[in-house]
């Protein structure tokens, strides 16, 4: 593996890191308040062909590797965290499953335009009492015909507010637990498809996070993905994927928190000098740097590994383990140095905190990242 990044790659995290810095930041502060669905910033994304990255040219998409995914991610989470997962769930969680699992037929209505960025997707996996372990799933789908019949519900679905489809996972056989589980593309325009609650969140306040019920929602047996039984393996290679992208969101977030917090220290002053003159400031300074690399370099092999067409589960749950982690780490810190500065709003750093939080939590809470890699270490 070659830890220094070409130079498309150099190229490309540039003109992200401009673009980002013009288009997403200016608003970031706005959204996190109204807790408006950001589809401006979407459409900008759209524009930057940063929608559908890793999708084949031929589909819609950009046709490029994960590597250039990863800094996509990170450059918009450093800014606007929500805008960051709204991108990657649009490419990870929806589009990567239909691409690898749908049928052609289907592919030019529920893949191309999410690719494109003309429409955007979402993923529903959890329920009420069904987050960490699927297999206890109670929405189910019943086939009738050359349809399915799908009913119950789904919480804290990403993008839901502001998706045209869904990939959303239905017992198909209630006597095989988790090999009883089939994965469907469902489009908001079915007839009992519709929006139910809409969370209001500590962070990431305007990815349009909701409930999604299905109520006899019928969907052509076309818009099953795989074959019966095979979601729960879709969602695990799915949600795979998606961890790179929650590390990468995470790395920016951290980063954010050490550019803020570096800044600021050398503008701060007390006792008659800077805080950066400090050894304790600079002690955090550090550490933060120190861990946010090491974040990054973690993503980046998941990535790398992915690209090789290699196994990634390990190395994904490890980058989303540490990176999640760090940006909690970096942004207390990024607060103790903005003082009481830092709690308030005025600052950007109470917001990466609050941000950085539901990185150890969702697409895997830091727990299963803990089983998933022991897991590997105790192979027999």
């Known amino acids: ?17 401009e673009f980002a810095a013009r288009e997403i930041a200016p608003k970031a502060a706005e959204y996190d308040r109204s ?7 979407f459409r900008k994304c759209a524009e930057m062909n940063l929608t559908g990255m890793m999708v084949s040219e031929s589909q819609g998409g950009a046709g490029m590797d994960t590597i250039s995914y990863v800094l996509a991610i990170e450059e918009l989470s450093r800014v ?8 990657s769930v649009n490419n990870s969680l929806y589009c990567h499953p239909v691409e690898k699992f749908a049928r052609e037929e289907i592919k030019k209505n529920l893949l191309a335009p999410f690719a494109r960025g003309e429409k955007i997707g979402c993923f529903g996996l959890s329920e009420p009492d069904a987050g960490s372990d699927p297999s206890n799933m109670r929405t189910t789908a019943v086939r009738d015909g050359d349809h399915y019949l799908l009913n119950g519900s789904k919480i804290f679905v990403t993008n839901g507010l502001g998706a045209d489809a869904a990939v959303v996972f239905a017992v198909t056989d209630a006597t095989s637990r988790h090999k009883g589980i089939s994965a469907f593309v469902v489009e908001k325009g079915n007839s009992g498809f519709r929006i139910g609650k809409q969370e209001r969140k500590l962070g990431i306040t305007c990815s349009g996070s909701v409930e999604i019920i299905m109520e006899d929602c019928k969907i052509p047996a076309t818009q099953l993905l795989g074959k019966e039984g095979e979601g729960f393996k879709i969602a695990m290679n799915t949600l795979d994927g998606g961890r790179i992208g929650i590390a990468a969101q995470a790395v920016g977030i951290a980063r954010g928190a050490l550019e803020e917090s570096t800044r600021y220290s050398q503008e701060r002053k007390q ?7 400090f050894q304790a400031i600079q002690f955090m300074l550090a550490d933060m740097a120190t861990e946010v690399d090491a974040a990054r370099l973690l993503t980046y092999r998941a990535a790398w590994k992915k690209d090789q067409g290699e196994r990634y589960s390990l190395e994904a749950a490890m980058a989303k383990l540490f990176a999640s982690e760090v940006a909690m780490r970096a942004t207390t810190k990024g607060i103790q140095i903005f003082g009481g500065y830092g709690y308030m709003n005025d600052y950007p750093m109470e917001r990466f905190f609050r941000d950085a939080k ?6 895997g809470t830091s727990e299963i990242q803990r089983i998933v890699i022991a897991s590997h270490l105790l192979k027999d």
């Open 1 to 17: 593996m070659d830890i220094v990044l070409s130079k498309e790659n150099e190229l490309i995290r540039q003109s992200l890191r």
């Open 271 to 277: 006792f008659g000098k800077k805080i950066s003159d």
């Open 80 to 87: 606007c965290a929500s805008t960051g997962v709204i991108i």
């Open 358 to 363: 539901v990185t150890e939590i969702y697409e």
């Open 35 to 41: 807790r408006e669905f950001p589809f401006e910033n």
